[in-house]
């Protein structure tokens, strides 16, 4: 049983670990490095968390589980033959192959400039601090989106600005008409104001057409020069999806069945932002890939003893918290939200339940 990245539902598998091995099923998980965790990746860039609360070893708890590592990046599969192809040449043989290797960020525009940083992975973030930290010059940095993860990189920018005494103007560039275009108005609002009051500059209905050498070039022909610009224009399924010669989606998620397998290859499984689920379209969120976690557990260990699945139901609302950086946070639960200080130390509270789950098994 190969598990192909350690995103957050393989987390959970590898902790079954010992059901597998009473299987007499060797359990192995793939992946070329940490799992960075994206609810912190914010924090970690401002220096309020640290790259050890963000991360989780997979090799160490693998090894803790009874589990096996081996470290690589897979290019592709051989079906008829049930074999890996990592990129190193590498072919393991596998009897159920599950992957839950996450997303990348989409580019809606086309890039020719340096200094041009991507939200995902969630270590560029630790690399994007130690380069802001590196330049002592006064930095335009631009952030590219609107949605959620835009308002928190833009947050914790200017935290990191006034924790390093740092002068840094921030400009979010949002091609809609309101920061948090899916979010209720009043928090799109409150949102808007924190940002602002914390020196942000918002610029509304600005859509990108190209990014030059530092300069932003606008669709209607205006243009922004930066220093620094962060992309978080959306996500789409890892570019390895698309070669698994299996059904998926416009976005390049591997399509599958709600028992989390490809519907053409019960062998072949997939969870968090690298699946779409039939009857579902669903954002690219970890929260899925949590909740998707124990199903897919139960399914592999289902197939292993001819039992019948279960189907995983993805709940229609679920509790999202923005972290401001300003000590706030703002959380939103469908068409409800609230914000304030508690609403931040409640992220901070179930951001270090979830991470000490898995930390704590191999000692962190």
Known sequence: MILVGAGHAHLEVLLAARAFRQRGTELCVIDPGRFWYSGLGSAMLAGTASEEADTVDPQRLAASCGATHLCGRVAGLDRPARRLILADGRRPSYDLVSFNVGSTVRQPFPVDSPDVWTVKPIANLQRLRQALLADSRPLTIAVAGGGPTSCELAGNLLRLARDERRAFRVILVCAADRLLPKAPPGA??????????????????????SVRPHRIVFADGAGLDFDVLVQATGLAASQVMAE???PT????????TTA???REDARVFAAGDCAAIEGYDLPKIGVYGVRAGPILRDNLLAALDGRPPEAYRPQARY???????DETGLAMRGRQWRHGRSMLWLKHWLDRRFMRRYQRRYGA
Do not use: F, K, P, T
């Open 249 to 256: 989606r416009r976005s390049g998620e591997l399509e599958v």
């Open 188 to 209: 799109s609002a409150a949102a808007a104001q924190r940002l602002g009051s914390a020196g942000a500059e918002i610029l509304l209905n600005r859509r990108i057409a």
């Open 319 to 325: 509790l999202s918290i923005l972290d401001l950086g």
């Open 260 to 262: 989390l397998h490809a």
């Open 244 to 246: 698994l010669s299996l």
